[in-house]
């Protein structure tokens, strides 16, 4: 049986620089139509868990979540998988300060038409605001995190920095943390508290 996992790889595979046969193949196995292009993992863990919550098949509806592995990547994946590829609908997420490269990347690439939610910083500030330093914290020390981060806090460079941008820098320092995390926000948002960025990206597929 193919499944999600299976095109992705095929993508990654293709994206590197190998052949474009497998995910094209897959592609039409799996009746996909649009393609949500995402920076990280931690990314594709938050909507893939906001989906669940709202009872989403995102595969069953045709739409692939797809990890870029970086934004520097836009216009190779837009190529891959917009128009001039495997013809898919475009949209994801990107951040503010990136949003002119998406918009040069998608433009080489020749797939502009493509709808980009935009958040602030990035989308673990977004979740990070919505929750709230307090609950978020909280979430830390549920996970067993909390020595981690007190030793985090002690650190020299987070004297008097904001409790949500320390936050955020700590989950991103150790590896695997964030991807983690980016489902643990999700899943721990109240009515009405996801970020307009993840939740019109969802409501648009």
Known sequence: MVDMGAFREAVG???AGGPGGPASDLAVRLGLRTAVLLEGLSDLAAVEALAERRGRDLAAEGVCVVSMG???NVGR??????PPGLGLRLTGLCDA??????E???KR?????GEFFVCAADLEDELIRALGAAAVEEIVRA???VRAWQTFLRQPAQEGRPREQQLRRFLGTKKGRKIRYGRLLVESLGPGRVPAPLGNLLASL
């Open 13 to 15: 595979g293709w994206a």
């Open 70 to 72: 970086g934004a520097m």
């Open 77 to 82: 994946y837009a190529g891959l998988l917009g």
């Open 97 to 102: 300060r990136e949003r002119p490269y998406y």
């Open 104 to 106: 040069r990347g998608l």
């Open 109 to 113: 690439a020749g797939a502009e038409g």
């Open 143 to 145: 996970e067993g995190d």
